[in-house]
């Protein structure tokens, strides 16, 4: 079974701690036993974008699509034969320590995107972007109070993928199919269900590589569930885990003042006419 | 279709006069068979199904067909030398019968191991091949661990477990845990529907993880049999079952598991704490303490097996259920409550104490302080204790800081206490009883 992990603060975070939390061990060791398919850290949640379209206009706004403590800070997506091999997994991955891992269970089979006995994540998939690229999560955000679409993503995908914009991607289980895992004072704590019972949820996530975040809401506004809900684009970080992680630390402090993308405008100056959203 | 809780509904079923039934004799022993295969042998036949069929609601339906399907043959052609076996073959095919016939099962048709053609009586030689007893222990094992995973939250691991480990039926556990048969049927589906979303692999866990997973196992098991023991009040009989239940499944746990001596010690708790059953409630349903209570009427069987088990683990090793056993093998050899070898008990809270911050743990290893070094050793723990807050508003300190009270003489402090505690039980039995207590210190 394939299963998205979340890295998230979680309800009761500690302090991080460069000499403890060094990631390599745990990304080679799931590389080596072939569980790992991919995995980023994201740019901070400030760095988020959140992408709406409501009655034909498309609301794009900054930040993460929750302002709870559940914000992700980075995703992996690995293949293991059932959940217990994936708490053990996620309760060796230093965020576990730290903060919290939440696994989502991908859907499969009938009415998932990926056939059963594939991958998601494509084979020869190349992890680093191309020059003048630049690489986002897309977060599909379910919310009750979306408009009622029940238009299937599947032209999305076709097209999205057609033209090389959409890397791989897949729904994810219902939020009751998620397995929160942390470490603390060196025990295992497995709990069931999502971290909070919040109205919005996460129902699925797309890799996308794109000239730049304009072109990136572009396609994020063209989603169906940019009408029956949110689209969150988090811009990738890739993670260089042979660097010193204090100073990689520091760097980032340093860095999250900054922008990775000229901040867009928000509300009604930001609307587009729902011709030009939906060509 | 749902099965009704063993032998009842099944005996119903079994002694409704028919045609064919031979006389009244051989049918009470049918009777009796039935009865046994069914508090004998579920969990096997559901273990087995989910394995063969991967699916919990066919396993679970075709179950029960086999059992009412027994109710109907047996009667007629007399009981099968091998009844698990025949329920278990017979459940098989009536499993792979239905999925036949749902074509969208094609997918779990072409996953069944041993494909069997249906139809036609059970195969006896063939039910005795696929019995092979390491493979039963593995099924059960497999069952109760996935009902215990720790992923599923802990009311839907107690419900699944005496579901589909236990047997009972949606509306008894429902009942005992005073929730509306609606509300206990959708936790269980969720609870179904969350084994094959989430990945909850239906295995023994690997041996590095068989500790961690078992305290998961006892604690549900343990649950159960609290629910039954401290009942107060609302369906009595129906949770004094419950603990027969819940010490039935320890017992097939320890067994299963003969090395996990922390599965054998909860079975003597379960059993030392069950022995005292008839003498802690009065005639009127009123609260009899321990130290009150007709030590004669404590049962003589349940006591002699938890204290055997106790002699056996010997100097073994000691876990949370080892020491809570202990306390009770305490009062149970204590011939009158003032034999009480307090000492003994309080060492044990200490080891309580030191595996866990729990503030249950601390007021009760404080009521053994008391009860061994003096009621002033007590109060002072108990003041500590208050000091800490860790307690809020439970009832159970100041009614035993009026306790403490009483046996040092000081009956105005004592009324003091009691009335707090009146006023912070949550039970109207324990009210009942505080108020006995307060009363008897007079005005």
């Known amino acids: 079974m394939e299963y998205a992990l979340f890295y998230t603060q979680g309800a009761d975070p500690q302090p991080y701690d460069p000499a403890l939390d060094d990631i390599a061990e745990w990304d080679a060791d799931g590389i080596a036993r072939g569980v790992l398919e991919y995995g980023e850290r994201l740019r901070p949640e400030h760095d988020a974008t959140t992408v709406r379209v409501r009655g034909g206009e498309l609301l794009i706004a900054d930040g993460p699509f ?21 708490i053990e997994i996620a309760s060796r991955h230093p965020v576990a320590r730290f903060g919290e891992v939440e696994i989502r269970p991908f859907w499969r089979g009938e009415g998932g995107v990926v056939a059963d006995g594939d991958r998601l994540v494509p084979d020869g998939f190349d992890a680093e972007p191309k020059p003048g690229r ?83 809401v572009s396609i994020a506004a063209r989603h169906p569930m940019a009408r029956a809900g949110t689209i969150e684009l988090r811009p990738l970080w890739p993670l260089d885990v042979h660097a010193d992680h204090a100073e990689r630390t520091r760097r980032e402090a340093a860095e999250s003042a900054q922008r990775t993308e000229p901040r867009l405008t928000t509300g009604p100056g930001a609307s587009a006419p729902r011709a030009e959203v939906w060509r | 279709m749902r099965p009704a809780r063993g032998g009842l509904a099944l005996s119903r079923q079994a002694s409704t006069p028919d045609a064919s039934a031979p006389d009244a004799g051989a049918d009470a022993g049918v009777d009796a068979a039935l009865r046994a295969a069914f508090t004998e042998e579920w969990a096997h036949v559901v273990a087995t199904l989910i394995r063969t069929t991967g699916d919990w609601d066919v396993a679970e339906e075709a179950s029960a067909a086999a059992f009412e399907r027994a109710a109907r043959t047996w009667p007629r052609d007399g009981i099968p030398s091998r009844p698990g076996a025949w329920l278990t073959t017979t459940a098989r095919h009536l499993a792979l019968d239905r999925l036949r016939r749902r074509s969208v099962e094609v997918e779990k048709l072409r996953e069944w191991r041993d494909v069997e053609e249906p139809g036609g009586p059970p195969d006896p030689a063939d039910a ?7 493979e039963w222990v593995d099924d059960r094992l497999r069952l109760i661990f996935t009902c215990a995973h720790p992923a599923l939250a802990m009311d839907a691991r107690v419900a699944l477990t005496l579901r589909t480990v236990g047997g009972l039926a949606t509306g008894e556990i429902a ?11 959708q936790r269980l589906v969720r609870a179904k529907r969350r084994i094959r979303t989430a990945g909850i692999p239906y295995r023994v866990p690997p041996p590095e993880a068989l500790p961690e997973r078992l305290d998961s196992v006892l604690a549900v098991l343990y649950l159960v049999h609290n629910e039954g023991y401290l009942a107060s009040s609302g369906e009595r009989l129906m949770r004094v079952d419950l603990s027969t239940e819940a010490i039935r499944l320890t017992r097939l746990v320890a067994g299963l598991l003969p090395h996990e001596t ?34 004669s009427r404590w049962d003589r069987t349940d006591l002699t097996e938890g204290l055997a088990i106790l002699t056996r683990l010997g100097s073994g090793p000691v876990g949370a259920y080892r020491l809570q056993a202990e306390i009770q093998g305490a009062h149970a050899s204590a011939a009158t409550a003032s034999d009480t070898d307090w000492h003994r008990i309080l060492a044990c809270y200490d080891g309580l104490a030191a595996r866990s911050d729990s503030p249950f743990i601390a007021l ?35 009614a035993a800081q009026a306790d403490f009270h009483r046996r040092a003489g000081d009956a105005t402090a004592a009324r003091r206490c009691y009335r707090r505690a009146i006023g912070l039980a949550p039970t109207a039995v324990e009210r009942r009883y505080l108020e006995g207590r307060l009363a008897a210190l007079g005005a």
Do not use: C
């Open chain 1, 134 to 216: 630049s690489r986002y999560l897309l977060l599909v955000v379910a919310d009750p109070n979306g408009e009622d679409v029940d238009e299937s993503p599947e032209a999305w995908v076709a097209e999205t993928g057609a033209n090389g914009e959409r890397l791989f991607g897949n729904r994810l289980q219902a939020p009751d199919a998620t397995t929160r895992v942390m470490l603390r004072g060196g025990e295992l704590v497995v709990s069931d269900g999502p971290l909070t019972e919040a109205k919005e949820w996460i129902a699925g996530l797309d890799l996308l590589d794109t000239a730049g975040l304009a072109d990136a």
């Open chain 1, 66 to 86: 929750s302002e709870a403590k559940e914000a992700i800070g980075g995703f992996d997506v690995i293949d293991v034969p059932s959940l217990d091999e994936a």
């Open chain 2, 262 to 295: 922390e599965a054998e010690a909860l079975l003597a708790l379960m059993l030392l704490q069950r022995a005292r059953t008839a003498a802690r409630a009065a005639p009127d349903g009123g609260l009899i303490p321990l130290e009150l209570q007709d030590r």
């Open chain 2, 364 to 398: 009760n290893r404080a009521i053994a302080v008391g009860m061994a070094d003096g009621p002033e050793r007590g109060l002072a723990e108990l003041a500590a204790l208050e000091a800490g807050g860790g307690l809020g508003a439970y009832h159970l300190l100041p």
């Open chain 2, 175 to 185: 009942r005992a845990f005073l929730v509306p048969e609606a509300t206990m049927a």
């Open chain 2, 128 to 134: 005795v091949a696929a019995d092979a007893d390491a």
